[in-house]
């Protein structure tokens, strides 16, 4: 069975700043898909970014992009001149043939002046 | 475009009652994801459908889950009877068959059970 590991419960970031949030997994599978989810206190799953495991440039979108290490199979979360907006939980994801996603516990991010 | 609709937002009930929640999945998506979310499991898959056909339930917790997709616009999970340790967010996603790496969330309903 696959797993998804975040070994961060909270961290904190001043605005502006660049901050990463670390994510490992396990599978056996060589095709998969990664993913970033941010859920806002309104508690909607906002889709941040997403990673094919068989593409080896790393996913960039604006100010989040990711450093996906497959052989030691990491994907961790940079986030780029940070705003409150980004304060959250931000949960990594993983998804293979099983279609399911399987989520991490998730990281808390407070953004602070 | 709407996206992934779930009713009710909000619901409280009390232990023994049936309790229903509804999906709408995003017109033209032909799979649908029911997750859980709660403090001690985290976000779990209860079950999934293809075409309207359950794939995979192994994770709907006992027998007093049930879920159902009469058509491809519309599903229901219900818990019957339900517990206090029901209480959770349930959540509700969808994606095209052929692109289930890209699902999207309908914004959950919070269930509390008394």
């Known amino acids: 069975a696959q797993t998804v590991t975040q070994s961060q419960p909270e961290m904190s970031v001043q605005e502006a700043e660049t901050v990463t949030l670390s994510c490992t997994y396990d599978?056996?599978?060589?095709?998969?898909?990664l993913f970033w989810y941010k859920q806002p206190p309104s508690r909607q799953m906002i889709l941040v970014i997403r990673q094919e495991a068989y593409k080896q440039q790393n996913a960039t979108e604006n100010r989040f992009s990711v450093n996906f290490q497959k052989a030691a199979k990491s994907f961790s979360l940079k986030i780029s001149d940070s705003q409150l907006g980004d304060a959250a939980m931000y949960f990594c994801a993983y998804t293979g043939t099983a279609s399911k996603l399987t989520f991490g516990t998730g990281t808390r991010l407070q953004v602070t002046l | 475009d709407a996206g992934v609709i779930q009713s009710p937002r909000h619901e409280v009930t009390e232990m023994g009652q049936e309790v229903t929640l509804r999906c709408k999945p995003i017109?033209?998506?032909?799979?649908l994801f029911w997750y859980r979310q709660t403090m001690m499991r985290g976000l779990e898959l209860l079950i999934y459908?293809?075409?309207?056909?359950?794939?995979?339930d192994s994770g709907m917790p006992e027998d007093r889950f049930s879920a159902k997709m009469p058509n491809a616009s519309f599903s229901t999970l219900k818990i019957q009877p339900s517990e206090p340790r029901d209480s959770a967010v349930y959540f509700c996603a969808s994606s095209l068959l052929r692109r289930v790496n890209e699902q999207f969330f309908g914004p959950g309903t919070r269930l509390t059970v008394l």
């Open positions: 017109s033209g998506h032909n799979s």
């Open positions: 459908f293809n075409n309207n056909v359950p794939i995979d």
């Open positions: 599978t056996s599978e060589s095709d998969y898909y």
